[in-house]
């Protein structure tokens, strides 16, 4: 089935620095989301994008929607220890009339202290 | 609101062996789906609801069955258990609105063996 690829694929990091990630596809989509799991949970939804160029923040997180709409990026501002998990980004396009959401590999965070 | 909920959390089965995922949602969402995850691969639809009594099936339908009698409910049924089908399941729900945000239940952990 088709994914979109996600980089990188995992990150160790430092309290306190800035961290981006990004999701590319050679699809076009309308819409963009991200997520965030934790481990033995489920993706909790972080940010969403709607329109081609947007930029959304929620807290330390700031989320992109790519001009071309086939890619998008997230990025963290001064991670800390509780910001370790695996970000996944999803793609949603419309097709006939239904939405078909293809969904990133992710990004494992990890934070070092 | 508990948003969505799974249970069971685990589950061993021997191959063969017959069992139902249960999934509920109270966001009065008409939009319900249920995805797997594997290792190194993005979430896969396997089975997807618009609505009370409509279903459809998504990218890895195999060996699932779902029904949907009531808004709030969405049980997965598996016919028979495969190895293949040892993965973590996700039941997701949405409005049926302009919003195409997912929320996600917390995830049933299925081994077979």
């Known amino acids: 089935g088709q994914q979109l690829n996600q980089s990188p694929q995992s990150m160790f990091i430092q309290e306190g620095e800035d961290v981006s990630m990004n999701c590319t596809s050679s699809s076009i989509f309308n819409t963009w989301l991200w997520y965030k799991q934790d481990p033995g949970e489920g993706p909790v939804l972080l940010i969403a994008l709607y329109k081609a160029g947007e930029l959304t923040s929620n807290g330390r997180l700031t989320a992109q929607f790519g001009i071309t709409r086939k890619d998008s990026f997230l990025n963290i501002s001064a991670s800390i220890p509780s910001d370790v998990g695996i970000y996944f980004c999803?793609?949603?396009?419309?097709?006939?009339?239904?939405?078909?959401?293809?969904f990133g590999t992710g990004t494992r965070l990890k934070v070092l202290a | 609101n508990a948003g969505v909920t799974q249970t069971p959390k685990f589950q061993v089965l021997k191959t063969g062996q017959s069992m139902t995922l249960q999934c509920a949602q109270d966001m009065n969402h008409e939009y319900m789906s249920w995805y797997r995850q594997d290792p190194g691969m993005g979430l896969r639809l396997i089975h997807y609801s618009v609505g009370a009594g409509i279903t459809d099936q998504g990218e890895v339908p195999n060996g699932y069955n779902v029904s949907r009698s009531t808004t709030e409910d969405f049980p997965l049924r598996l016919l028979s258990a495969a190895p293949s089908q040892t993965s973590v399941y996700f039941c997701?729900?949405?409005?049926?609105?302009?919003?195409?945000?997912?929320?996600f239940g917390p995830g049933t952990r299925l081994t077979v063996t």
């Open positions: 997701a729900s949405r409005t049926s609105g302009g919003s195409y945000e997912q929320y």
């Open positions: 999803a793609g949603i396009h419309s097709l006939s009339g239904t939405y078909k959401y293809i």
